[in-house]
C-alpha cells in the first residue's frame, strides 16, 4: 500500500528522514514524503511522526484532464472492498495549476464515483454515512490527480490535549522540526527565553523522552473496521514502554508575559511534565541563566505588524547581548526580520528557509 505523509513547505526532507528512522524506504516530495507499508505501518507512522501533518492512504493516482477522466479514475477504485456500507466519506478537495481548477466540481464528480461505486457493490443508492469517517482527499496539482483516504483525522500537529491559544503559538510540527535542524544535544540545558504558551519546551522534552508524538490522542483509521486493530494496540503498547520518563536534561523558558506564562503551566501540566520542565517570568533583556553552555531556542516576534518592526528588532539586539552574557552558549531562532542577523550583530551559522503558515521564515543556528 501507498502512503503519503503530507509535510510544510521547508520540512518535506525532515519527515522523510523520521520515516527512513522508523524502518521505512521514503522519498521526499513537494508537500511531503512517500513510503508503501501496510496499516499497521501506517498507524506507526502516525504515532511516531512529530514533523508531518497527515498521512494519506494514497488510493489512485494518475494524470487527469478533464472531469470524465476523474470520474472514471475514482470508480475504477475498489470503493467496497474499503468502505463499509454505512462509512461516512466527506470529500476535500485541492486543485493547483491544472487544466481542472474547480474544487467544488472536483469534489462533487469524487463523490459521485465514489457513490456509484458503492451503489453497484451494496445495491442501495441511499448511504446513510452514519458510520466510522474515511476523509477522501482529491489533490490535483499540475494536472496529476491523487486520491487519497487520510489515515490521521486530526491534524498530527494536534498531539492529543487540548491547547490553549497565546498569541502566536507555533505549530507542533514546525517547534519538533525546529527542535531537530537545531543541533541541540539532548544533553546541553535548554532554554527558551520568549516560551509563550511552551510549545517548543514541550516537544524538547518530548524529543528528549522518547515520547511518541501521537502516544495520546486517536487517529481515524482506528475507528475503522479492520483486522489491524491488535497491531495498532501493539504499537501503542510498545512506544508506551520506550516513553523514558526518567531523568530529562534541563528544559526550562521564560516569558514576560505573565498570561502567556500560565497558558506553558496549564499545557505542561496536561502533558505530565509539571516540576519537570520550568517555566517563570523574565525579560530577555535582563535574563540571566545559572548554567554551562545553555542552549537557547526562540520564536520571538517577527514584527510583521506596522509600528512592532523597531519592537522587534530591540529584541533581536536583545538576543546578541544573550549570547554575549553567555559564553559557549548556542541559539536556534526562527524568525521572519530580515534585520534580526544585522541587528544581532552575529551571523547565523546555518539557516533554513520554511513556512510559518503563509510566512516566509528562517531557522538560523547561532
Ligand atoms: C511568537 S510568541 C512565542 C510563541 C510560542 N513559541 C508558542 O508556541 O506559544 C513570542 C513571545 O515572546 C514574548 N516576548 C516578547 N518580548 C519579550 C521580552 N522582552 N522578554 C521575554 N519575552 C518576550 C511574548 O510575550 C510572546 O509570548
Known amino acids: 500500500m501507498e ?3 503530507t509535510a510544510a513547505f521547508g520540512l518535506e526532507g525532515l519527515v522523510k528522514r523520521e520515516l527512513i528512522r522508523l524502518g521505512f524506504e521514503a522519498r521526499a516530495e513537494t508537500g511531503g514524503a512517500r513510503f508503501h507499508t501496510d496499516m499497521p505501518g501506517a ?8 514533523c508531518a501533518d ?19 479514475l475514482v470508480r475504477s477504485i475498489p470503493w467496497e472492498d474499503v468502505l463499509p456500507e454505512n462509512a461516512a466519506f466527506p470529500v476535500s478537495g485541492h486543485c493547483a495549476r491544472s487544466q481542472l481548477m474547480s474544487v467544488s466540481d472536483c469534489q462533487k464528480i469524487v463523490k459521485k464515483a465514489i457513490v456509484e461505486r458503492l451503489k453497484q457493490r ?16 482529491a489533490t490535483i496539482s499540475r494536472n496529476i490527480a491523487r486520491i487519497a483516504i487520510d489515515t490521521s483525522g486530526d491534524a498530527l500537529n494536534r498531539r492529543g490535549f487540548r491547547t490553549y491559544v497565546g498569541e502566536a503559538p507555533l505549530r507542533e510540527t514546525l517547534a519538533a522540526a525546529m527542535l531537530r535542524l537545531s ?36 487517529f481515524s483509521m482506528e475507528s475503522w473496521p479492520t483486522s489491524a486493530s491488535q497491531a495498532f494496540h501493539n504499537l501503542r503498547e510498545e512506544a508506551r514502554a520506550l516513553h523514558q520518563t526518567g531523568k530529562l536534561p534541563p528544559i526550562s523558558g521564560s516569558d514576560i508575559n505573565p498570561e502567556a506564562l500560565d497558558l506553558s503551566r496549564k499545557h505542561l501540566r ?22 554551562d553552555r545553555p542552549f537557547f531556542i526562540a520564536n520571538p516576534p517577527y514584527g510583521e505588524r506596522l509600528g512592532d518592526k523597531k519592537a522587534a528588532d530591540q529584541l533581536a539586539a536583545g538576543f546578541g547581548d544573550l549570547m554575549s552574557r553567555h559564553p559557549g552558549a548556542s541559539l536556534a531562532v526562527i524568525t521572519a526580520n530580515p534585520n534580526f542577523e544585522r541587528m ?3 551571523k547565523a551559522k546555518s539557516r533554513r528557509r520554511l513556512y510559518n503558515g503563509r510566512l516566509e521564515c528562517e531557522i538560523m543556528m547561532f
Open 183 to 218: 543541533g541541540w544535544d539532548m544533553k546541553r540545558p535548554l532554554h527558551d527565553p520568549c516560551c509563550g504558551s511552551g510549545t517548543l519546551l514541550l516537544e524538547a522534552a518530548f524529543l528528549a523522552s522518547r515520547r511518541a508524538s501521537g502516544l495520546s490522542r486517536l
Open 344 to 346: 544581532m550583530k552575529r
Open 270 to 291: 496536561q502533558a505530565g511534565l509539571d516540576g519537570v520542565v520550568s517555566v517563570y517570568p523574565a525579560n530577555l533583556y535582563q535574563l540571566r541563566l545559572n548554567a
Open 3 to 5: 502512503f503519503f505523509a
Open 43 to 50: 498507524f506507526k507512522a502516525n504515532l511516531w511522526l512529530a
Open 122 to 137: 451494496y445495491e442501495t443508492d441511499w448511504f446513510p454515512e452514519t458510520g466510522a469517517i474515511f476523509p477522501v482527499a
Open 54 to 72: 497527515r498521512v494519506m492512504w494514497v488510493v489512485a493516482e494518475a494524470e487527469i484532464l478533464t472531469f470524465d477522466a476523474l470520474f472514471e
